[in-house]
């Protein structure tokens, strides 16, 4: 028996959980990212704006680049809805934490990490027993009164 066997199917988290280990694994991240909410949509009923559908398909890739780009091995890419989020979890085999850059008006890349802070509503970094896991959260619909990473204003 599953702990929450009991709970109405609404109230369970809708989970995907995927490994990246190739070439091209920041594409293959986003294309499942859009499936997975496309499901989420299509087979749940759970609403999902154009705003989120581009705002979690570009936390994914940038997350996963710098998984891809500053990790050796695989990166593990996890999603969660629940209670009207999206959890985005991305593992990687690395203990550095990731900083964003200072401001730097003429440094040109690198500010991956400072996207997606800004477009989620919460952001955490931290060590794993091997590696760290970085999770950002995003709200799937757009509502009055909040800003487009759904915090309140």
């Known amino acids: 028996m599953h702990e929450n066997e009991d709970q109405p199917l609404a109230r369970r988290p809708i989970l995907s959980a995927l490994a990246f280990e190739g070439s091209e694994p920041i594409t293959e991240a986003r294309c499942a990212a859009r499936r997975f909410l496309t499901d989420v949509q299509a087979v749940h009923g759970i609403p999902v704006s154009d705003r989120a559908m581009g705002t979690v398909q570009l936390a994914v890739s940038e997350l ?10 695989p990166c593990l890419l996890d999603l969660e809805v629940s209670e009207g989020t ?18 730097d008006p003429g440094r040109v890349g690198q500010h991956g990490l400072e996207i997606v802070m800004a477009v989620c509503q919460s952001f955490e970094v931290r060590r794993e027993p091997v590696g760290k896991l970085v999770r950002a959260a995003i709200v799937l619909a757009d509502g009055p009164g909040g800003d487009p990473a759904g915090r309140l204003l």
């Not at 996963?64 to 091995?73: F, L, R």
């Not at 999206?86 to 401001?103: E, H, N």
């Open 86 to 103: 999206v959890q985005i979890s991305v593992w990687d085999t690395d203990p550095t934490l990731p900083a964003a850059c200072p401001a």
């Open 64 to 73: 996963v680049t710098n998984a891809y780009k500053y990790a050796p091995g």
